[in-house]
């Protein structure tokens, strides 16, 4: 009994020590303390960023104007008809005070957060100062425009509807186009730190729409300068540059793919610095975030167009990306996969593959190891690698050697019993029809015992299809 009086006391020292906040103090939503309360038409007082954070998941695939309901008085309540309760703040903050010695900290007073007309207002100035080719002015606008995007995700989504990518992109095109057509220094010099203060803010207000991409794509400066800040600056800089990147890649492939050529983006100009900048940065890696940018733009690329991914090939991506996957997370293992696969459709990403002495154990490794997905991409690849696809497919030299010691190689690594297992368990159509005309290609290899026992591990990701 003794023993347990000291914790019975701690109990109740710390149950005085408790101070309970009073209800009028706590939001209606989260129950908390409000640390930036705001009142609506309905006369209803929350948080801010409850009641905000309320009204996006209501209002989610509504327009802007559209209304969401107050969650008390179920009345129709927008976020712009919020207005900041400085009274209650203000005795919340002294409640705080009063109650510091209980250990209870003071609110900060909240920042007031951007309005649509202020937002509008300064996106004016941008548009304004690059019609006007003021690149000091601009890039003043422009710093204004990343730090109200840094102050809260509440401002950085009021500047992104009203208009924000489009107006940076804008001013991108403007002086990049300006500065290559001016031979002086000092305008690209410009044009460079513009273009740094854009890509900062850019980011910030992501994802871009396509009249943006469209805006910075369209113009063949532009991009130019993208891939070299991409190459040449610093890490904070390249990443950003990078991201862009994969922006107007993957809506130059869209646009390619379903013959949309009025708003196609022409990318032949700057096609072998973008491709040198993302096998690079792959080959390279500045950050995860970069990394799987890069995939993803070389995936689009090497999609939209054959020539390209010959390029791709011909530039170290096979090598590069089979060296990522040995071991890249599930993420990048997949984006790799997809980029991998999309480079093989080319003669010379084939005949890179079949050169490459791990390319096919690791993609054998890789089945069951990672996703369903990872494992379709596998086969796919598998199947680029060891088909004949024409009579002079085989290798550089159109000798058959290389694709036949592919497949033996397959066979080797425990490629014709994981693939059999994949039919067994089931896959999609596409897949199965791949994996089928696989094991046709590596039969006769497997009858002469050429098969080795496979590690039980690689079948852990393995799961029935349904």
Not at 314 to 321: H, K, Q
Not at 414 to 424: C, D, E, I, P, T
Request: proline content about 4%.
């Amino acid at each position: 009994m003794s023993s347990s009086s000291p914790s019975l006391l701690s109990r109740r020292s710390t149950a005085e020590l408790e101070l309970p906040v009073p209800p009028e103090f706590r939001c209606p939503i989260s129950l908390e303390l409000m640390r930036d309360p705001v009142v609506g038409p309905t006369g209803i007082t929350y948080d801010r960023a409850g009641i905000e954070a309320w009204l996006l998941a209501a209002g989610a695939g509504k327009t802007a104007a559209a209304s969401s309901t107050c969650p008390v008085t179920k009345g129709d309540l927008r976020a712009d008809d919020l207005v900041p309760n400085h009274a209650l703040r203000r005795v919340i903050q002294a409640w705080c005070v009063a109650n510091r010695c209980r250990g209870v900290e003071r609110i900060p007073t909240p920042r007031v957060p951007v309005t649509p007309a202020q937002a509008g207002e300064v996106l004016g100035e941008v548009e304004a100062a690059a019609r006007a080719g003021d690149a000091a002015r601009c890039v003043a606008a422009v710093r204004e425009v990343g730090r109200l995007a840094r102050e809260s995700d509440r401002d950085r989504r009021c500047l992104a509807s009203a208009g924000a990518a489009r107006a940076l992109a804008a001013a991108v095109a403007s002086f990049a186009a300006a500065s290559d057509s001016a031979s002086a220094s000092a305008s690209a010099s410009a044009s460079s730190v513009l273009l740094d203060d854009v890509l900062a803010a850019l980011v910030l207000v992501m994802p871009l729409d396509e009249e943006a991409i469209v805006a910075i794509g369209s113009s063949a400066a532009s991009v130019a300068l993208l891939a070299n800040v991409a190459k040449h600056g610093d890490l904070q800089r390249r990443l950003q540059a990078v991201v862009v990147i994969r922006e107007i890649v993957a809506l130059s492939s869209c646009c390619s793919r379903n013959g949309a050529a009025a708003t196609a983006i022409d990318l032949s100009d700057n096609l072998d610095g973008i491709i040198e900048v993302l096998v690079s940065t792959i080959r390279d890696p500045i950050s995860p975030q970069a990394t799987k940018a890069s995939l993803v733009a070389a995936y689009h690329l090497a999609l939209a167009d054959d020539r390209a991914a010959a390029r791709l090939a011909e530039a170290g991506l096979v090598p590069s990306l089979v060296e990522l996957l040995i071991d890249g997370d599930r993420s990048t293992a997949e984006k790799a996969l997809a980029a991998l696969d999309a480079t093989l459709a080319s003669e010379a990403g084939r005949a890179r593959a079949r050169a490459d002495a791990l390319a096919v154990p690791v993609l054998v490794k890789k089945m069951f190891r990672v996703s369903d997905t990872a494992t379709e991409l596998v086969v796919s690849a598998l199947h680029r690698i060891c088909k004949k696809w024409h009579d002079g497919d085989d290798d550089e030299v159109g000798s058959p050697a290389a694709r036949r010691s592919a497949v033996v190689e397959a066979v080797q690594v425990g490629a014709f019993q994981k693939v059999m297992m994949l039919l067994q368990v089931g896959c999609r159509d596409a897949t199965k029809e791949k994996a089928t005309e696989l094991l046709k290609l590596m039969i006769k290899y497997e009858t002469r015992g050429g098969g080795d026992c496979i590690d039980a591990m690689d079948f852990r990701g393995l799961k029935r299809v349904s």
